[in-house]
Nanobody, 124 residues
Framework: QVQLVESGGGLVQAGGSLRLSCAASGRSISIHGMGWFRQAPRKEREFVAAINWSGDITSYADSVKGRFTISRDNTKNTVYLQMNSLKPEDTAVYYC?????????????????WGQGTQVTVSS
């Protein structure tokens, strides 16, 4: 089993930056693909970014491409999401997830473990 805990969320003004962290425990995530998803009020959960097990392949939703960067440090069992140029429409609860297959899928159903989420609020 893998337990995931997100941190780093908060309130920021439009144009600002935040860095989210996702710390894993229970077992190493070094062979897991990792993803970030978000869910805004009254909306479905949506894909944000993903990274494969080795960290050399990433993918992003079009809405965040060029502004967000996903990375990982397998020695720390942690995944990050650097968010720059934040917009009010980025406001959501952000979740990290782990995929045992090691890929970088954008499909939520492919992920095996999920964190509880961290709130990100961007004010205009």
């Amino acid at each position: 089993q893998v337990q995931l805990v997100e941190s780093g969320g908060g309130l920021v003004q439009a144009g600002g930056s935040l860095r989210l962290s996702c710390a894993a425990s229970g077992r190493s995530i070094s062979i897991h693909g990792m993803g970030w998803f978000r869910q805004a009020p009254r909306k479905e959960r949506e894909f944000v970014a993903a990274i494969n097990w080795s960290g050399d392949i990433t993918s992003y939703a079009d809405s965040v491409k060029g502004r967000f960067t996903i990375s990982r440090d397998n020695t720390k069992n942690t995944v990050y999401l650097q968010m720059n140029s934040l917009k009010p429409e980025d406001t959501a609860v952000y979740y990290c997830a782990a995929d045992r297959s090691g890929g970088r899928t954008s499909r939520a159903r492919d992920y095996d473990y999920w964190g509880q989420g961290t709130q990100v609020t961007v004010s205009s």
